[in-house]
Each structure stands twice: as C-alpha cells, then as structure tokens.
C-alpha cells in the first residue's frame, strides 16, 4: 500500500527540541511518520542524529515538546510504543556468548522462522557458532536480521544500519526495507549512504539547528 | 501561583541574584553566633565535673556532626528533586553538598577522635556513633567518586543523586546495624556519657553552637552552588553579566 | 486507489520475554563462561588458606576470627565478581534492548542478580562448612553458617547489582565500585557474622537470621528498581 493522506500516522512529533550536555542540539522539529512510510534522518557528526532517535524510543528524557504514539503523548504511550519497536542501535544487541539462532529466538523468533531469517542475511552455516567468534559484520547481521523474521513489529527505527555490510547486503536491507513499507509498516533511519527507497521521506537537523545568537535563554532555562 | 515561585527558584539567573543578597547576612549571623557560642563555650561555660575541660571540644563535635547527618539528606533531597523535576539548581546544589558533608563528617570523627585520647585513654575506639559516622564518611566519598568518575556532567548528576538517594533509605539501617552490634561487643567499662542530662549552663552555649554552624553551612552551601551555576551557565548572557561584575 | 484489499498486517505485540525467560537465558551464559563461577570460589578458598600463613596457625585464635574472616571473604568474591554483571550486555547493546521491552526493567535485573547469586554466592555458602573445618570453627557454628551466607549473599548480590548499574559505562569502575558499595554492605555483614558468633556462643541466632531474610526482602524489592534506574541514566552516556 502507497502511503495517501489516509494512512494512518504512527509517530508524531510537534516543536522537539533536544538537548546534549546543556547545548541545545536543534529546536522547533515537526514531523509525522505514517503508516507505510519511510523517513530518512540526515545531519552532520555530532548533529544529533542518535540522541533524536533515542528521545523518540523514550530512551532519553532530556526534550521538550510532544512526542505522540498513535496520538497518544508520551510517557504514557511509552509501553505501547515498545510493543511495536524494533530497534538496532550502534550496539545491535547481539549476546556475544549466544549462538546466532539462541540470539534470534531470545527476541521472539520460532527455530524455523529464525533460520530463514539467517539464511536471508547470509550467516547460512553459522547457525550454532557463537557470536564472539563471528566478525564484526557478521555481527551485525545477526542484529539485521531480526528485521527477516516474519513476526517483525510495525515501527521500526534503525541507526545507522548499513555500516559494515557490503553491496549485497545492502540491497537485500532495502528490498527488506521496502516490503515492510508494503505491510503498512514504517521506518525511521539515519544513514550516511544513500539509499534506494521508494517513497523515502527526509529530515535534515541541519534546518533546525539553534541559531548561536539565540542560545543564551537569558538564565529562564529551568529545566535541564 | 505555587509553582510559579517554584518554577523561579529554579531559575539560576534568579537564585543567584536572590542569594546575593542573602549572603552578608548569613555570614554576619554565623560569625556572630560562632564567635559569642566559642567565648561562651570555651571561656565561661562550667567544668564538667568528670572530664574536666576535656569536655569542650563538644561545642565543635556535636554540631559537625549534627550537620554532618542533615547535609546527607539536604544532599539526597536536593537529588532526588533534581531527578523528579529535572532542576539545575538542585543538581548543583546536591554536588555542592557532598564536599562540605564530607569536610563536617571528617571533622566530627577528629574531634572525636581528639575527645576520645583523655576520655577513654585512645584515639580511637569502635563506638557505635563513630563508627556510623566513619561509614557516613565513606557514603559521602562513594557520591563524591561517582560524579568525579563521569565525564558528561548531566549523567554524573543523576548517578550521583541516585546514590545518594539508595544511601538515604540505607542510613536508618546501617545506624541500627551498628548501634545493635556495639551492644554486643560493648566491652562493660566503656559507657558513653549521657548526653541526655546536660546542664542548662552547657547546654545554651551549645545552642548557639549549633545554630551558628547550621548558618555557616547555609553560607557555604549557597557560595559553592553559585560558583558551580556561574561554571555551569558560563555560556548565557547573565553568567556573563555577573563575571563582568556589572548587575 | 487505495482499496487495495489489506495485506497481512505486521505483528502489532511482540511476544516479549518473560521473567523465566529471562531467567534461563542468563543462566545458559553463565554456564557458558564457567571460568567467571570458579573464580569467585579459588579468589574466596585461596584468601582463606593464607589468613594462618598470617595470623599464626594457633587453632584458639583461628576460631575466633573464622566467622568474621569467613564472611569478609565473601562479601569481597561477590563484590569483585560484581563488575562484570553488567558489562558485556552494555558493551554488545543487549542492556539497551532490556530496556526497551514493554515490561518494566526491574525483571530482568531481579533475573540477573539472581543468576549472579545462584552462580557466586550459593556456591560460597555451600563451600562454607569446608573453610569453617579448614579455619577450625566450632561445629555449633556451621548450620548458621551456612544459612547466613544463603540468605546474606543474596542480599549483597542484589545491593551490588545498583553499583555496578551506576558503573557499566566506566571505563575502569573496579575500585569505584567497591567504593560505592562497601558501606552498603555493612548491615548484612554485621547481622551475618552476628548470627554465626551467637551459634558459636550457645545462644539463639534465629533473631539474626530474620533479620537477614527481611533483609534480602527489601534489598529484593527497591535494589533492582534502583539498579533500573542506573541503567538508563548509564546508557545515556
């Protein structure tokens, strides 16, 4: 399904401001994420990237503004948030002592659909190898390939996911990507390559950006 | 109507100005009761009929150690505000808290200490009190070595309020603790002095004593959270203001 | 255009971990590094073998300082092997997948304490008679011993769990931690040795013993909220 004005929305965020060791990493972000939909975060190193994506899974409570799941304001709407979140961070949250099918299964997965899922991401054959002796990228398609299992929740948020994985694999994430898309499902990512996604949408932090001259919030800046 | 005076005592710009005027007078207020409870308690006040002058350093050690116990939980509280509320200023007022807690905390164990030579004959003995004051001390090193040990300002004030805060629920228990395990090893010939039968002629000098103290604490508590906002907020326009000494 | 008929919709609740779940999934990796069981148990056996290469092997003043040194030794194999409790779940972002489940964080730590315990501190306490034998400690001691290492061991699990929450995303948090938790400790120690030297003496120890168990009550009921806690604000670093 095409995202249209009908499609219901997911994620909404009205005036975000976040802020990272008492600097304030941008202000005034609006945005919603429907249903079916795709959206891109863009910005320098240091721009915020990870702190917006952290603040929109209730990972960090530094923010203001409103935060509303399925039109619900957080923290409230928090745990049904979780319900339907897949996230992969820099730190993808594969156990380094757990095979690659323990791993997968820990987060919900049937044996079977797990080793699809496995196959899918080309760790055929490193099913029962733990983590620990698998290389970085390998590592980091084991993370991925939660997005494979067929019981895959409906938003998913994804920081820097591409890094480490090569053309193929690339690919295949986009081909992943965008059948999720299809389902109805939605995406919110940061990412230094491009991508090719049909219908993706973009937020570049760079347009909200506090401007140097407004920082100093004459001393009313109670809250941290 | 509430919350907006609360919301302005949050304010650093505002409190640092409040307390500027403040100030002068709690120093004023702690010399003069420190000085009138020092002459009063060291020069006039009676000997004790069993320890002599030896009895007098209790015009120091007892109201260090008062405010040694109050400044835990006005450190604790402040944290526990700043976590709730997300306040600057009692973020800092709680990192400003722990040094001087520890400084009064290690100043009633040394006058304990000093105290304990003529009364029991040793320097140090594993009294109940002291003891739980020696484990006070290492609470407030344990709070104090946390929000050194993290760099990002932010995470170290809520790790260290949070500290500080489990050590707050653990207090009450330990002091029991002690208190029920010197019983059991209390050897029969040492017996603390009662303090419960102080005689009025000790009793007001120590008084003044103690409020004195409490007014140099609520001095130096507010100085050292000025000077760690106007760190703090060295980037606004009124931190610039006020390091430019203009009003 | 877009009556396209539904496609199979995404899952909408994933079927998150339970706390037995959680439990078996960190007793599996602790048996796996075995390594990190033992050495808790040779750190503890060790100490207590040199404690008459230097006090002097008289078997009277051995007994006398058995219990103490006993639980001392303890309190310190737990505490050391306390740092690590956390660690490799931060460094491999498993911690912060824990924290995004749709069940409050709280079970997960209570799960992790409690497999840090079954693999440190009941084997401690099952090691006790042992030690208590090897440092000549009264027969009448042993059972309570025993009991009190039980019970007070899991309460030192549970209390060093918000230490080293408070500390995982230090670089180096050995001395820290211990910093941070030893005064913590110090009611379980004094209730725990307590109890072994009112055994010894012939009086009743069970006062002791209750008051470990409401111990290990308590410290189960607000030591993992506030570990909880530690984690997000650690991860947020």
């Known amino acids: ?61 530094d923010f203001s503004g409103e935060i509303l799941w399925r039109g619900n304001p957080f923290p409230e709407a928090l745990r049904g948030m979780r319900e339907s979140l897949l996230y992969i961070g820099h730190r993808g949250g594969v156990r380094a002592g757990l095979t690659p099918l323990e791993n997968l299964t820990w987060y919900g997965a049937d044996n079977e659909s797990a080793l699809q899922a ?30 494979f299992l067929p019981q895959a929740p409906r938003l998913w948020v994804l920081d820097e996911p591409l890094t480490a994985l090569d053309v193929a694999g690339v690919a295949a994430l986009e081909k992943q990507m965008s059948a999720h898309m299809d389902k109805g499902g ?15 949408d973009f937020i570049d932090l760079s347009d909200f950006v506090v401007d140097e001259s407004f920082t100093d919030i004459g001393g009313e800046h109670v809250f941290s | 109507m509430a919350w907006q005076w609360f919301h302005r005592l949050g304010s650093p710009r505002w409190f640092y100005q409040k307390t500027n005027v403040w100030l002068p007078w709690l120093a004023l207020a702690s010399v003069v009761l420190l000085s009138v409870g020092t002459v009063w308690g060291l020069g006039f006040a009676p000997e004790d009929a069993k320890q002599g002058n030896s009895y007098r350093i209790i015009f120091i050690h007892v109201p260090a150690a008062f405010l040694a116990l109050a400044g835990y939980y006005i450190m604790a509280i402040s944290g526990a505000i700043g976590l709730i509320w997300k306040m600057k200023l009692s973020f800092a007022v709680m990192r400003a808290a722990a040094p001087i807690g520890a400084v009064l905390t290690f100043i009633s164990l040394f006058t304990g200490a000093v105290w304990g030579k003529p009364t029991w004959g040793t320097y140090w003995v594993w009294d109940a009190r ?53 019983t059991l090893h209390q050897p029969a010939t040492i017996r603390l002095t009662e303090s419960s039968s102080i005689d009025p002629s000790m009793f007001y000098p120590l008084l003044t004593m103690i409020i004195g103290f ?27 203001q006020e390091l430019a000494g203009g009003k | ?86 660690r490799g779940d931060f460094e491999d972002g498993t911690l912060e997948q824990l924290t995004l489940l749709p069940q409050p964080l709280y079970f997960a730590v209570l799960a992790k304490s409690l497999v840090h315990w079954v693999a440190t501190g009941l084997p401690l306490a099952l090691l006790s008679p042992l030690l208590a034998l090897m440092l000549n400690l009264p027969v009448e001691g042993y059972l309570c011993l025993f009991i009190s290492l039980f019970l007070g061991t899991a309460s030192l699990s549970l209390i060093g769990a918000i230490g080293a929450a408070l500390t995982v995303a230090l670089r180096r948090p050995g001395l820290l931690l211990a910093l941070i938790v030893m005064p913590l400790y110090v009611p379980v120690l004094i209730f725990g040795t307590g109890a072994v030297q009112a055994a010894i003496d012939g009086y009743a120890y069970s006062a002791q013993l209750a008051i470990l168990a409401a111990l290990l009550a308590a410290a189960a009921a607000l030591a993992p909220l506030a570990a909880a806690g530690a984690i997000r604000i650690s991860l947020d670093n």
Not at chain 1, 11 to 40: K, M, N, T, W, Y
Not at chain 1, 191 to 197: G, I
């Open chain 2, 130 to 182: 002291i003891t739980s004051m020696l484990i006070l001390l290492f609470l407030y090193i344990g709070v104090m070595a946390l929000s050194q040990a993290v760099s990002r300002e932010q995470v170290a004030d809520k790790a260290s309020a949070l500290l500080a805060l489990v050590g707050t629920v653990n207090i009450p228990i330990i002091y029991k603790s002690v208190d029920w395990w010197f």
């Open chain 2, 214 to 240: 409490y007014c140099m604490y609520a001095w130096t508590l507010l100085t050292h959270t000025r000077a760690l906002l106007l760190r703090r907020e060295v980037r606004t326009q009124w931190a610039q």
């Open chain 1, 1 to 61: 399904m095409s995202v249209t004005s009908k499609s219901p929305v997911v994620l909404q965020v009205r005036d975000l401001a976040c802020e990272r060791d008492g600097r304030r990493l941008f202000e005034g972000l609006d945005f919603s994420l429907p249903s079916g939909a795709a959206i891109q975060v863009k910005g320098a190193n240091g721009a915020g990237k990870t702190t917006l994506l952290r603040t929109l899974i209730g990972s960090s409570s």
């Open chain 1, 118 to 147: 496995l196959d899918r991401v080309d760790l055929f054959g490193f099913e029962h190898s733990l983590c620990h002796s698998l290389s970085a990228g390998q590592n980091r398609r084991v993370a991925l390939a939660r997005m």
């Open chain 3, 1 to 86: 255009m877009s009556s396209v008929d539904v496609q199979p919709p995404v899952s909408e609740a994933r079927t998150s971990p339970g706390f037995v779940a959680l439990f078996r999934i960190e007793m599996l990796l602790a048996l796996r590094k075995r390594a990190d069981i033992a050495n808790p148990l040779l750190f503890f056996v060790t100490v207590l073998a040199l404690l008459p290469l230097g006090v002097g092997p008289e078997p009277d003043l051995l007994a006398k300082m058995a219990p103490g040194m006993i639980w001392v030794m303890a309190l310190l194999a737990t505490m050391l092997s306390q740092e690590s409790l956390f």
């Open chain 1, 186 to 200: 939605s995406i919110l990512l940061t990412s230094h390559q491009p991508l090719a996604l049909p219908g993706l």
